[in-house]
């Protein structure tokens, strides 16, 4: 079964939470979650999925908390 990675907007970020940038993720991790804010959700291959970790808040248009599954 694919990992599946889906982004929710955060308001705030709780204190001592990972934040990351886009620019930090690597390539397909970039491309793969631009199209997530897009879309929702999607299923990555398990490379990329290791790219994310579930709870992390990444800065990109505004500040999104990645959910792995």
């Excluded at 982004?7 to 620019?23: K, N």
């Excluded at 579930?54 to 500040?63: A, C, H, I, L, Q």
């Amino acid at each position: 079964m694919q990992p599946k990675i889906t982004v929710e907007p955060a308001q705030t970020i709780p204190d001592g939470a990972t934040v990351r940038d886009y620019d930090e993720l690597g390539w397909c991790a970039q491309r793969q979650f631009a199209t997530v804010v897009d879309g929702g959700e999607r299923h990555v291959d398990d490379e990329t999925a290791l790219q994310f970790t579930d709870g992390e808040f990444v800065k990109y248009t505004d500040y999104y908390r990645v959910v792995v599954t």
